[in-house]
């Protein structure tokens, strides 16, 4: 071999090593605190006596950073609305939390502790920033969260959210988006990049016993309070045997969907549980766009509560002079002319509740979060002003 070619092959081999670690770097790791979060999805208002959605973010220490006793984390924080049925511009509204280091801040969806989100459903997200009254994005990789959602009078199913980091290139504090308007930009030079592919286990839908099965997909790729392009997404859904069905869905924003409202095949005619991944989430004029979401499943079920009571009592060593409450002393006795009657038989009668069996039905619900290929796609989330009334 010349030494021209091995300068060649080595030249070569030094840049594939030196490739694979930048790509890493610039992906964001789902594991780990970040300076932005993003909460898949909220229900508005209350259940009852309880907020439909409650939120927790807390902050822990950056590494490689010194945190002081009580250090405020500010936060920016927007609710993200997907449009009205006749439009495509996603509202928003935005607010401020503040949480320390190691103290964890509780809000929800209903108007506690932040503000009401302008819409019934959507998705949530945050950032830290130097000040609220600035309110410039900056590096701060300390949030972590989740979410408790009260569906149903009898349940309740909970979410971690998606932590996402800045880029590994600034130092902690340092501004994420002077050069931006204001704008995240997951590029992996401002915060590291987001992935647009989604992989997951789903429970297929059923009428009998009811069974509904719902993906919560969204998509980092928003102009906030303007019009925003539709995302197209292509999914592959196998049952067991492997089978395919390969079908897709529309959405701009953020959407909650049934697997049947998907498709109408997607029950237990086709299978009891599989795989679902996505081949492409694009939008028209950018190409491939980030992907992400949960799943959301609820099981409808009957169960018989026995009855707890015979109408039949035993009591033992039974005093007739202290009788137990609801007991009464009572006898037959036999009518004599002359004499009234002759008592034949004496017994203590009580009064006890008697009960039936009874059917109950409830929702058993769970969620969980999707699965992504490591793949990160650049994105850039636009926040704006609310718009004219």
Same mark, same amino acid.
């Given at each position: 071999?010349?030494?021209?070619?091995?300068?060649?092959?080595?030249?070569?081999?030094?840049?594939?090593?030196?490739?694979?670690?930048?790509?890493?770097?610039?992906?964001?790791?789902?594991?780990?605190?970040?300076?932005?979060?993003?909460?898949?999805?909220?229900?508005?208002?209350?259940?009852?006596?309880?907020?439909?959605?409650?939120?927790?973010?807390?902050?822990?220490?950056?590494?490689?950073?010194?945190?002081?006793?009580?250090?405020?984390?500010?936060?920016?924080?927007?609710?993200?609305?997907?449009?009205?049925?006749?439009?495509?511009?996603?509202?928003?509204?935005?607010?401020?939390?503040?949480?320390?280091?190691?103290?964890?801040?509780?809000?929800?969806?209903?108007?506690?502790?932040?503000?009401?989100?302008?819409?019934?459903?959507?998705?949530?997200?945050?950032?830290?920033?130097?000040?609220?009254?600035?309110?410039?994005?900056?590096?701060?990789?300390?949030?972590?969260?989740?979410?408790?959602?009260?569906?149903?009078?009898?349940?309740?199913?909970?979410?971690?959210?998606?932590?996402?980091?800045?880029?590994?290139?600034?130092?902690?504090?340092?501004?994420?988006?002077?050069?931006?308007?204001?704008?995240?930009?997951?590029?992996?030079?401002?915060?590291?990049?987001?992935?647009?592919?989604?992989?997951?286990?789903?429970?297929?839908?059923? #009428? !009998? /016993?009811?069974?509904?099965?719902?993906?919560?997909?969204?998509? *980092?790729?928003?102009?906030? =309070? @303007? %019009?925003?392009?539709?995302?197209?997404?292509?999914?592959?859904?196998?049952?067991?045997?492997?089978?395919?069905?390969?079908?897709?869905?529309?959405?701009?924003?953020?959407?909650?969907?049934?697997?049947?409202?998907?498709?109408?095949?997607?029950?237990?005619?086709?299978?009891?549980?599989?795989?679902?991944?996505?081949?492409?989430?694009?939008?028209?004029?950018?190409?491939?766009?980030?992907?992400?979401?949960?799943?959301?499943?609820?099981?409808?079920?009957?169960? #018989? !509560? /026995?009855?707890?009571?015979?109408?039949?009592?035993?009591?033992? *060593?039974?005093?007739?002079? =202290? @009788? %137990?409450?609801?007991?009464?002393?009572?006898?037959?006795?036999?009518?004599?002319?002359?004499?009234?009657?002759?008592?034949?038989?004496?017994?203590?009668?009580?009064?006890?509740?008697?009960?039936?069996?009874?059917?109950?039905?409830?929702?058993?619900?769970?969620?969980?979060?999707?699965?992504?290929?490591?793949?990160?796609?650049?994105?850039?989330?636009?926040?704006?002003?609310?718009?004219?009334?």
């Amino acid at each position: 071999m010349t030494t021209k070619s091995s300068c060649f092959l080595f030249c070569f081999v030094l840049a594939l090593g030196l490739a694979a670690p930048a790509v890493a770097w610039d992906l964001n790791d789902t594991s780990e605190p970040g300076s932005v979060i993003v909460f898949h999805k909220f229900i508005s208002g209350f259940l009852s006596d309880q907020p439909a959605t409650q939120f927790e973010i807390s902050a822990t220490c950056p590494k490689d950073w010194t945190c002081t006793g009580g250090q405020t984390v500010h936060l920016r924080a927007h609710w993200v609305c997907p449009p009205d049925d006749s439009g495509s511009v996603c509202r928003e509204q935005d607010f401020n939390l503040d949480v320390t280091v190691n103290g964890t801040v509780v809000f929800d969806a209903a108007g506690n502790g932040a503000s009401s989100p302008p819409c019934s459903r959507g998705y949530l997200i945050a950032w830290v920033i130097d000040d609220t009254s600035t309110g410039n994005p900056i590096k701060f990789d300390s949030l972590i969260g989740d979410a408790v959602i009260r569906a149903s009078e009898f349940g309740a199913r909970a979410y971690n959210a998606l932590p996402i980091k800045a880029a590994e290139g600034l130092g902690t504090t340092d501004p994420t988006a002077a050069d931006t308007g204001g704008a995240l930009a997951f590029d992996g030079s401002h915060y590291k990049m987001v992935t647009g592919k989604i992989f997951g286990t789903v429970r297929y839908e059923s #009428t !009998l /016993p009811p069974i509904r099965t719902d993906l919560t997909l969204l998509t *980092l790729d928003v102009h906030s =309070n @303007l %019009p925003n392009e539709l995302t197209s997404v292509s999914l592959n859904f196998f049952n067991e045997g492997e089978k395919l069905e390969s079908t897709g869905t529309n959405f701009t924003c953020w959407t909650e969907q049934s697997l049947t409202s998907i498709d109408q095949n997607l029950n237990t005619s086709f299978g009891t549980k599989g795989l679902v991944e996505s081949t492409s989430a694009t939008q028209p004029s950018k190409g491939d766009v980030t992907l992400v979401g949960i799943v959301e499943t609820e099981e409808d079920f009957t169960k #018989t !509560l /026995p009855a707890d009571a015979s109408g039949f009592v035993t009591i033992n *060593l039974l005093d007739l002079n =202290n @009788l %137990p409450a609801n007991c009464f002393r009572r006898n037959i006795c036999i009518p004599v002319p002359f004499d009234g009657c002759i008592t034949i038989f004496d017994f203590v009668q009580c009064t006890v509740n008697t009960h039936v069996d009874v059917n109950f039905t409830g929702v058993r619900d769970y969620s969980y979060s999707l699965y992504d290929d490591s793949v990160g796609v650049p994105t850039t989330f636009e926040p704006t002003p609310a718009p004219p009334r």
